[in-house]
């Protein structure tokens, strides 16, 4: 899981950079029609980044829901102990500080 958020997180870089980049020239340029081009190529790469981006969110809840069940199973069968136990509070008595 976390070789595909870092991937995640590497594209999504690559992407900001490249728009950004794309952007800062088609401002430059002050959007002439003869910028048209570039301007649906932003809109491709953001889509292709979209789409890109909530497969590696599926693969993510995928692992996610597969750590969970092996959890389950293994808390189940004794192997592990249950993580979000409430810890238990000492007596009253040894809370108070005497004088």
Same mark, same amino acid.
């Given at each position: 899981m976390r070789?595909?958020?870092?991937?995640?997180?590497?594209?999504t870089n690559y992407i900001l950079v490249i728009v950004?980049?794309?952007s800062g020239f088609?401002?430059?340029q002050q959007l002439r029609p003869i910028t048209l081009p570039l301007s649906i190529l932003?809109?491709?790469i953001g889509g292709y980044?979209?789409?890109?981006? !909530? *497969? @590696? #969110?599926?693969? !993510? *809840? @995928? #692992?996610?829901?597969q750590a969970?069940?092996?959890?389950?199973?293994?808390?189940?069968?004794?192997a592990?102990?249950?993580q979000h136990r409430p810890r238990r509070r000492p007596p009253k008595?040894?809370?108070e500080i005497s004088p």
């Amino acid at each position: 899981m976390r070789r595909s958020e870092s991937q995640r997180a590497v594209l999504t870089n690559y992407i900001l950079v490249i728009v950004a980049g794309v952007s800062g020239f088609l401002v430059q340029q002050q959007l002439r029609p003869i910028t048209l081009p570039l301007s649906i190529l932003v809109t491709v790469i953001g889509g292709y980044g979209a789409v890109i981006a !909530a *497969n @590696y #969110h599926e693969r !993510a *809840n @995928y #692992h996610l829901t597969q750590a969970r069940a092996l959890t389950t199973t293994r808390v189940d069968l004794g192997a592990a102990r249950q993580q979000h136990r409430p810890r238990r509070r000492p007596p009253k008595a040894q809370l108070e500080i005497s004088p």
